[in-house]
């Protein structure tokens, strides 16, 4: 009987116990503007992925160096409200679309997927994202929804012919203080032990990296193990998270 109430007392004691595994997965967007910064978050310690705008100087040569160092490489694909010369808009044709994208898979070689840059306005587009998707599939690329607005159905599109996506849940750096992003990644860490898993986006500012470089290598003693963004995909069968649909179906 004493030895059941010190084990009853010890449980009490250490905190909840996880359910199951823990699972990160951790993007960079904005990548190929800097070489300093590309440099620096290429050297994160873990499987980062990195998202590299094609309308940058640097993208060809990041995406190479990033390849060459055994990284997952994604576009990451301007949409409206972005602008630029690969950005794509709501008034375009279909064939202008798909010009923009083949020559954004040019600018960034080895790319595995694609996620959108802003998006707020082209990723409620159901037919240019059923566009967009059924190419991806073709080129055997993934997809990741940014989720830059709550009427996205982009991840929709991707989920209704199977193609293998993610959704992002947690944004590290809206706000640019070393205090907020690392409360944002607590919070993301609490996400992954309550739903297994959890996708999370940053930004190569100078204060995500130094929170990042000093807290990814304590994940794994936090129980939290940081996957590759295809091994997430595995993880998640394509299927949504109670925050982002019912029923493992996209809102």
Do not use: C
């Not at 994160?44 to 060459?68: E, S």
Request: net charge positive; proline share 7%.
């Amino acid at each position: 009987m004493g030895r059941v109430l010190l084990l009853a007392m010890l449980l009490l004691t250490a905190g909840p116990v996880l359910a199951g595994p823990a699972y990160l997965t951790l993007i960079i967007d904005d990548l190929g503007q800097s070489p300093a910064r590309d440099s620096r978050t290429l050297a994160l310690p873990g499987p980062v992925t990195l998202a590299i705008m094609p309308d940058t100087p640097h993208a060809a040569d990041f995406a190479r160096q990033a390849h060459k160092a055994g990284k997952t490489v994604m576009v990451h694909m301007p949409m409206d409200p972005a602008t630029g010369p690969f950005a794509w808009r709501p008034d375009m044709p279909a064939s202008g679309l798909l010009g923009r994208l083949q020559a954004a898979l040019r600018a960034v070689p080895y790319a595995a997927g694609l996620n959108n840059h802003e998006g707020s306005r082209m990723t409620s587009q159901p037919e240019a994202m059923a566009l967009l998707m059924n190419e991806l599939q073709q080129h055997g690329m993934f997809f990741v929804d940014s989720r830059t607005s709550a009427a996205t159905v982009a991840a929709a599109k991707a989920q209704s012919i199977g193609l293998a996506s993610l959704s992002r849940d947690v944004f590290l750096d809206d706000t640019r203080t070393v205090e907020a992003i690392a409360g944002q990644l607590e919070k993301a860490i609490a996400l992954a032990h309550k739903q297994g898993t959890v996708v999370i986006i940053g930004h190569p500012y100078p204060q995500t990296l130094e929170v990042l470089e000093r807290e990814l290598p304590r994940l794994k003693a936090r129980g939290v193990e940081w996957i590759p963004v295809r091994q997430m995909i595995g993880e998640r069968g394509n299927r949504a998270t109670a925050a982002h649909g019912k029923g493992g179906i996209y809102h």
